[in-house]
């Protein structure tokens, strides 16, 4: 009798930046459990979305496609689930296979999750308490804080599996999507507070205008309900709109701070200010706060699993992911959210377990896509990869003998121009070990209130060696110019291979 083949264990949770991990070092939080994969396998520091925001990331992980190609290339292009995806080629290959909690790639008959034996999803971003789910076409109300239904769902279906038989398993955590809402029993953590980043003061200058223009500013843009704050009656005194007809206010931020007086919607406690920097400081610390509080959630979730894994003797024959959608600014240029191609939000967090072939501590800096994702599911799952999937099986990078000819480039291209939320521009562009080119080409589709095109294109390369928290644009530094001829040729290379098309 041959061997089982390895189950897949793929946790991803949503907006979960690699800082925030604690093997990844940063020093502001701690996460045990996400720690001993990486400690019993490997940590990736240089793994890459194609587009750093929820819908398309996830649909290039399912498909093994850059977005132009699986066309999910904004939050509000769902999936044609009638078209192949790797569950689909798992279970045909003889795994059982699940997804539970979130999807975000649409509801309905036409996009609803394909592939999957047992399916049970949050609809569109979904909730962090008693959250409504999709399970198999029915709608359910799971009671209960999110993270945690999800993991009970998750532990439930690993139970009724044939243990005979190997399991893919997508476990996709909402948390910690906005608005960062913690489990009452972790309110009280992280009574310290956090340092700032080095970049939270940042300038914009020497940066394409996208950097200034964008309304991701924890000072500016943070709404009452994003930090648990009572949103008081009235107008425009009381904030601005967050966008064009929404109810929800942005928390002011007014030269004279004196008059504000901020409300905890727990507790009650009020908050005052003398100064505009201390309430700066309030926003950032009560941002990071909840932040770290749903992920606290989510670490308790990881070793739920991982015992459970111990208990029934699969951890050695259980390949084990954490990942996120993408990466997520806390406080660097200022910034919450993501969307961009600056490393904060483009760089996704990947540990990976697998006894089997994976040294216990290892650290790999070679660069991975996540459209790569499906390929390497289907090597381990000793199945072909099919011709229409983009990416590459990653298991020789992954189990350090990479390829000589591994392309150690990740491309990027975010495409809903000046969203009516964060009037983030369109770019895309392309990184290697070291430099990283971003053409600006400011222009989109036609989302409600956006597609406002025609300004001024601009091209930015960063030395990330140099310069690896990108303050200085050095397109139009004479000493970058054959660099920057390089970067746009790799560029090139790149969109023709994929098949997308240049802006012009
Ligand atoms: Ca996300």
């Known amino acids: 009798m041959t061997k089982k083949r390895p189950n897949i264990l793929f946790i991803m949770a949503d907006d979960h930046a690699s800082k925030a991990i604690s093997c990844y070092g940063s020093g502001i939080n701690s996460t045990p459990n996400l720690d001993r994969i990486a400690n019993e396998g490997v940590r990736l520091n240089h793994c890459y979305v194609t587009n750093s925001i929820c ?67 949050l609809p569109g971003q979904g909730e962090y308490f008693d959250p409504y789910m999709i399970e198999m076409g029915k709608e359910i109300e799971a009671l209960g804080y999110a993270t945690d239904v999800i993991t009970d769902k998750s532990l439930e279906w690993l139970n009724r599996c044939d243990r005979d038989k190997p399991f893919f398993l997508m476990c996709h955590h909402k948390a910690p999507h906005r608005e960062w809402e913690p ?67 942005c928390i002011p931020n007014p030269e004279d701070v004196t008059n504000l ?84 939000s483009f760089q996704m967090p990947f540990l990976m377990r697998y006894p089997e072939s994976i040294p216990a501590g290892t650290v790999c800096d070679d660069m991975l896509c996540n459209v790569d994702f499906a390929p390497t599911f289907l090597d381990y799952a000793e199945l072909p990869i099919p011709n229409y999937m983009q990416g590459l099986s990653a298991r020789k990078v992954l189990e350090g003998n990479p390829p000589s000819n591994w392309p150690q480039i990740a491309y990027h291209r975010y495409w809903m121009h000046r969203d009516p939320d964060h009037n983030a521009y369109s770019h895309y562009g392309i990184r290697d070990q070291r430099y990283k080119l971003i053409y600006w080409y400011n222009d989109g589709f036609d989302l409600p209130g956006t597609n406002m095109g025609g300004q001024d294109k601009e091209w930015e390369l960063f030395d990330c060696e140099k310069d690896p928290l990108e303050l200085f644009n050095v397109a139009d530094d004479p000493a970058y110019v054959e660099i920057r001829a390089t970067m746009l040729s790799k560029l090139t290379a790149k969109m023709a291979e994929i098949g997308d098309e240049p802006a012009h």
């Open 55 to 121: 819908t398309p990331s996830r649909a290039a992980i399912l498909t093994g496609t850059y977005n132009h190609v699986n066309n999910v290339t904004t939050l509000e292009t769902p999936i044609d689930n009638r078209g192949p995806n790797v569950a689909k080629h798992l279970r045909t290959g003889g795994y059982q296979t699940a997804l539970v909690g979130k999807w975000h790639l649409g509801e309905g008959k036409a996009h609803e999750p394909t592939g999957f034996d047992f399916w049970s999803v």
């Open 261 to 344: 007086r901020l409300i905890d919607r727990d507790t009650g406690e009020a908050f005052t200010f003398q100064t505009q920097d201390e309430l700066s400081y309030f926003k950032y610390q009560r941002y990071l706060k909840r932040y770290l509080r749903t992920i606290h959630s989510i670490d308790e979730s990881v070793g739920r699993l991982l015992n459970w894994l111990d208990e029934t003797e699969q951890a050695d024959n259980t390949i084990v992911i954490y990942t996120s959608d993408q990466g997520f600014f806390l406080g660097e240029h200022g910034w919450f959210d993501k969307r961009f191609m600056y490393e904060e």
């Open 183 to 249: 489990h009452p029993n972790n309110r009280h953590l992280y009574q310290d507070d956090i340092a700032l980043p080095d970049t939270f003061d940042d300038d914009y200058k020497n940066r394409a205008k996208a950097a200034a223009e964008a309304r991701m500013r924890i000072k500016e843009d943070m709404k009452y309900v994003d930090l648990g704050l009572v949103q008081p009656e009235g107008g425009a005194e009381v904030g601005e709109r967050t966008k064009p007809g929404a109810t929800d206010r």
